[in-house]
């Protein structure tokens, strides 16, 4: 049942009808500094979206003319100045000077986006819920703030894999009757924060050297025999986020614990490997 016609007293009876719920959840309220500090990370996010378009729109007026320069910002970066100072056979002096103004553009986010960045340091610094997140792997200060000013405490979630689900990163449930069917992820709630915590996972994936260090060494080689490497990306990122959860909402730093203790579930698991009963 729905109703139609919106106006403030049904806006107002919708509200009370969801406050009696038991299980409805509501948006935690921000303080300023976290307010403060999203505003930056906003900030920061709009500038370096600009640089992408001005480094794609560089990009694609050289390929226009002929001149293919290698995927990637530092490429584009090094070879440029060279392609303005001896390309000017096939590019006409109107584009170099349009290419050029492009550049200074290009300079100067590249100034904001290093003072904003300069700026979040220095506050995570003097936080010491932020520091804590920085010792899980992958994480540094854009993300550990970026967390913070979203989330807070973390209270507002019950477990890791709520966060989880919340940041987009658990599988889209579509299970009808006993059918349980699984797609691809949700990209729900804070996507400027999923995209943060996919790319701290390829950090972590592109650095085989810190897997044994940080515990995850047989749980990614496990993971890497039956999953694609983008799916394997999407799945370490789940597991960071309810790491980052847990250190956040526990107030403790991240630890690896080895330990040759068994699970009940791993020692059934091991059983039926073993043909045991």
């Known amino acids: 049942m729905s109703k139609g016609q919106k106006n403030d007293f049904r806006d107002a009876e919708a509200i009370a009808e969801a406050v009696q719920r038991p299980t409805m959840k509501f948006v935690a309220t921000k303080t300023a500094d976290q307010l403060d500090l999203q505003a930056l990370h906003r900030v920061r996010e709009r500038l370096v979206r600009q640089r992408t378009g001005i480094i794609n729109q560089i990009r694609a007026f050289l390929l226009e003319r002929g001149v293919a320069v290698r995927q990637g910002l530092r490429f584009l970066r090094t070879e440029l100045p060279g392609i303005l100072a001896k390309r000017s056979d096939v590019l006409s002096p109107r584009m170099m000077r349009i290419i050029e103004d492009l550049a200074g553009d290009w300079r100067r986010l590249d100034e904001r986006i290093d003072g904003l960045s300069a700026n979040i340091a220095s506050l995570v610094e003097k936080d010491p819920a932020c520091e804590r997140l920085m010792t899980v792997p992958g994480i540094g200060p854009i993300i550990s703030s970026a967390m913070v000013a979203a989330i807070g405490t973390g209270d507002v979630f019950s477990k890791g894999r709520d966060f989880a689900a919340w940041l987009g990163l658990a599988p889209r449930q579509i299970s009808t009757g006993d059918r349980t069917i699984l797609g691809k992820i949700s990209k729900r709630g804070n996507r400027y924060l999923r995209v943060l915590f996919v790319q701290a996972a390829w950090v972590v994936l592109i ?53 040759n203790a068994m699970t009940p579930r791993s020692a059934l698991r091991k059983a039926k490997r073993d043909g045991q009963p």
């Open 207 to 259: 650095r085989p050297q810190s897997w044994e260090r940080h515990g995850l060494k047989s749980w990614i080689e496990a993971a890497k025999t039956r999953l694609h490497h983008n799916v394997l990306a999407i799945a370490l990122a789940n597991k960071l986020a309810r790491i980052a959860w847990a250190v956040l909402n526990k107030g403790r730093n991240f630890e690896c614990a080895r330990t």
